[in-house]
């Protein structure tokens, strides 16, 4: 429990906060998992590489987890199709 009137607002913005990273996270999340599904094409990596370098620009993950991401849901796609 906050003591100070400072401490109860700071408690208040990290739960907005919190909440609202949760949300990108776990968005981005599922699109990730729709891009790497066995039927899934072009249009679902392209809406997990929005997804994932948004998440990215809005601090949720840092920049270079978010190309690592992409980096190798792109690997994984395209071997999918050469498989294929």
């Keep these: ?5 400072s401490a109860a607002k700071r408690a208040r913005q990290t739960e ?12 981005m999340r599922t699109t990730i998992k729709k891009a790497r599904a066995p039927e899934a094409g072009d249009e679902a990596l392209t809406a997990a ?10 601090g949720v993950i840092h920049k270079r987890q978010a190309a690592r991401r992409v980096s190798r849901l792109v690997k994984a796609h395209n ?6």
Excluded: E
Excluded at 17 to 23: E, F, G, I, M
Excluded at 79 to 84: F, I, V
């Design 1 to 5: 429990m906050p003591n100070h009137k």
């Design 16 to 27: 907005t906060r919190t909440a609202r990273n949760r949300l990108v996270k776990a968005s």
């Design 79 to 84: 071997s999918k199709k050469a498989a294929a």
């Design 49 to 58: 590489v929005k997804d994932v370098y948004k998440a990215a620009s809005k």
